[in-house]
């Protein structure tokens, strides 16, 4: 993913492929924000872990994509929620996608510095890793509408 970006960008996508694989875990297994920032921390240093050869990631990032969803999860899912058919509310979602749905849902609600066009690519991106067919265009479609509902909010100043 992104492999011809800069080491900044390289960084955070593997920061976000990473957060996703956390919320993952969150989800299904019940780890803590404590215990999935301790088991990720090796993998985001980079280099070589039982066999495998990691690429560093951005550590910080990571930790504000993770403690970002589950500090507006509560406003996350309802604005995934309202993009989604009726038929499947995020409840009945697969937990990866959900996973990429919020996160890309966070950034794009939270983190108003990083381009809306950089945060629906990048997650598009991920899911492609995980899904074929349909699925990456559906991210895709969620994303652009929650960018969209967003861009349509009145601003706080």
Do not use: C
């Amino acid at each position: 993913i992104a492999s011809k970006a800069s080491p900044r960008a390289n960084q955070r996508t593997i920061a976000r492929l990473n957060a996703v694989q956390g919320l993952y875990q969150m989800d299904i297994a019940g780890s803590d924000l404590s215990d999935i920032r301790a088991q990720f921390a090796v993998r985001l240093a980079g280099g070589e872990l039982e066999g495998e050869t990691y690429l560093p990631g951005d550590a910080d990032f990571f930790n504000q994509i993770l403690s970002g969803v589950l500090k507006h999860q509560l406003a996350i899912d309802p604005m995934i929620d309202a993009t989604l058919t009726d038929e499947w509310p995020i409840g009945r979602v697969d937990t990866t996608l959900r996973a990429i749905l919020r996160a890309g849902a966070f950034e794009l609600m939270y983190r108003t510095d990083i381009p809306t066009g950089v945060v629906v690519s990048e997650y598009v991106e991920i899911a492609k890793a995980y899904f074929d067919s349909e699925v990456p265009a559906m991210v895709n479609a969620v994303l652009d509408e929650i960018a969209k509902k967003q861009a349509a909010a009145p601003k706080n100043s």
